[in-house]
């Protein structure tokens, strides 16, 4: 049964929102002053939520009981994952107490957290605001609920990490092993049928679309799935079998079937996956995680 929170705010509450900070030419965010980046997303959060409970108060007490009435970002997080997460018989105050444990022992998740908030922030033009992708974004959610469950796992606690990855994929059509290995600055854009299995490995500010597949080739144990280099970006359908590397930069092209190495820089598509580009990066270039470009390196006609 979710958490309720009986406290309601009152909407006529005038609710300001922060000003906006400085922002870097890739979208990212320059922190001034005493916050730090962590305080300041926060803040900001906060500010979004009171300022939507003013224009919409049909969502006026729902905001509060998942963000405005919490102290910190770990805390409005777990309280919101509880609720997305549990079941009859797996109750959201369990998972609340889950998540908050293993926030508090690894500082270093918090830190993802506010990456995947920035990342979502800068590279996706629909999502308006971090409090937008805390709640809604599912592609986010999933990835903070792989986190705990990876930290679980690696602590020996599997029967919980399995139950938790049972109930992220139920519930946000994500799969993702608590065994494999996530970077941060993710973003999982639409997220709906990604699976990522369970020794694969995803780098730093990478992007990955919608049923996207990093799976094995059913013919070994072992290690046996994909491994994405720092700043790569996957297009929607695409499919990488295999123990492979996908080098950092690469692109690998909506729909594709990729089942070898891909080096730095360069774009895989078709089916089978042929290569295209470079191997080093040029001095302009941008890296594809970041910026979602999904037509340079393509010079064939």
Same mark, same amino acid.
């Given at each position: ?226 491994? *994405? ?22 692109? *690998? ?6 089942? *070898? ?41």
């Amino acid at each position: 049964m979710p958490v309720q929170d009986a406290t309601r705010p009152t909407p006529q509450t005038t609710m300001s929102s922060s000003p906006s900070p400085p922002t870097t030419a890739n979208g990212g965010i320059t922190i001034t002053g005493g916050e730090n980046e962590d305080e300041w997303v926060w803040n900001q959060i906060k500010a979004e939520a009171r300022r939507d409970a003013e224009s919409e108060p049909a969502l006026a007490s729902y905001l509060y009981s998942t963000i405005i009435s919490h102290s910190s970002l770990t805390r409005s997080l777990s309280f919101h994952l509880g609720n997305k997460l549990c079941s009859s018989t797996l109750l959201s105050t369990l998972l609340y107490d889950l998540f908050m444990n293993t926030f508090s022992s690894d500082k270093s998740l918090l830190s993802a957290t506010v990456a995947d908030l920035r990342a979502a922030r800068a590279r996706d033009p629909a999502c308006i605001s971090f409090a937008h992708c805390l709640l809604n974004y599912k592609g986010f959610l999933a990835i903070q609920a792989h986190r705990v469950a990876h930290k679980l796992w690696a602590l020996n606690r599997k029967p919980i990490a399995l139950a938790l990855h049972s109930r992220v994929s139920d519930v946000f059509s994500v799969d993702i092993h608590p065994a494999a290995r996530v970077g941060k600055g993710i973003l999982l854009d639409h997220a709906t049928g990604v699976v990522i299995g369970e020794t694969a490995v995803v780098g730093n500010n990478v992007s990955i679309l919608h049923h996207v597949t990093l799976g094995g080739t059913g013919k070994v144990g072992g290690d046996r799935h994909p491994k *994405i280099g720092d700043g790569v970006l996957i297009g929607a359908g695409a499919t990488v079998l295999g123990n492979v590397k996908i080098g950092e930069g690469a692109k *690998i092209g909506a729909g594709s079937l990729v089942m *070898i190495d891909v080096p730095p820089w360069t774009t895989a598509v078709g089916n089978p996956a042929r290569l295209i580009g470079g191997k080093e990066k040029r001095k302009d270039e941008d890296v594809p995680g970041e910026t979602m470009d999904h037509t340079s390196f393509i010079y064939v006609i």
